[in-house]
Antibody, heavy 122, light 107 residues
Framework: QLQLQESGPGLVKPSETLSLTCTVS??????????WGWIRQSPGKGLEWIGS???????YSNPSLKSRVTISIDTSKNQVSLKLSYVTAADTAVYYC??????????????WGPGTLVTVSS | DIQMTQSPSSLSASVGERVTITCRAS??????LNWYQQKPGKAPKLLIN???SLQSGVPSRFSGSGSGTDFTLAISSLQPEDFATYYC?????????FGGGTKVEMK
């Protein structure tokens, strides 16, 4: 059973870069067919997929955010990272990392971190 | 992008009632449809994947059906712990999308 835990600054200034880390425990971040996703939820709103990274190293991002999103992994630390550049107040949200069951070919999110609230404000 | 439309956006129901939530995709997604339950302040919980595959530990009063563009989540007899917001999510394409959510409230 994997455990995921997001961490990072709770407050980011407008136009700066939001940087979050998801620490994975209970398994290797680089196990076969791994898939890591980031999802966010603005206050009182629904879930929005931000982007994902496949075991192939390929990343995909929500077209509405694509040019601002960078996802990477650090196998030495068993961590997945998200960077979102040029943030505005509209990026204020709870950010989740999530993943499917190990080895799943289908992309549904079985494991979730508890989420971390990031507020964009000067 | 594939758009996912849930209806209704909210509903009021009583304990013991049967509840159905609909999710419609803007194009065929075969059976690549997943359902989540979210309670306030908590991360979503996966209920059903592949349209109808109930996750281990999820009560059998939950069921999912559908294929192509139209899908349904049903709760056969609503329990107090089922009052929550429900989301669908398509995994047909690499660009994932969620429905807007359905909030199930107590009548």
């Amino acid at each position: 059973q994997l455990q995921l835990q997001e961490s990072g600054p709770g407050l980011v200034k407008p136009s700066e870069t939001l940087s979050l880390t998801c620490t994975v425990s209970g398994g290797s971040i680089s196990s076969s067919r791994y898939y890591w996703g980031w999802i966010r939820q603005s206050p009182g709103k629904g879930l929005e997929w931000i982007g994902s990274m496949y075991y192939t190293g390929t990343t995909y991002s929500n077209p509405s955010l694509k040019s601002r999103v960078t996802i990477s992994i650090d196998t030495s630390k068993n961590q997945v990272s998200l960077k979102l550049s040029y943030v505005t107040a509209a990026d204020t949200a709870v950010y989740y990392c999530a993943s499917p069951p190990e080895g799943s070919y289908d992309i549904y999110f079985y494991y979730w971190g508890p989420g971390t609230l990031v507020t964009v404000s000067s | 992008d594939i758009q996912m439309t849930q209806s209704p956006s909210s509903l009021s129901a009583s304990v013991g009632e049967r509840v159905t939530i609909t999710c419609r995709a803007s194009q065929s997604i075969s059976g690549y449809l997943n359902w989540y339950q979210q309670k306030p302040g908590k991360a979503p919980k996966l209920l059903i994947n592949a349209a109808s595959s109930l996750q281990s530990g999820v009560p059998s009063r939950f069921s999912g059906s559908g294929s192509g563009t139209d899908f349904t989540l049903a709760i056969s007899s609503l329990q107090p712990e089922d009052f929550a917001t429900y989301y669908c999510q398509q995994s047909y394409t690499t660009l994932l999308t969620f429905g807007g959510g359905t909030k199930v409230e107590m009548k």
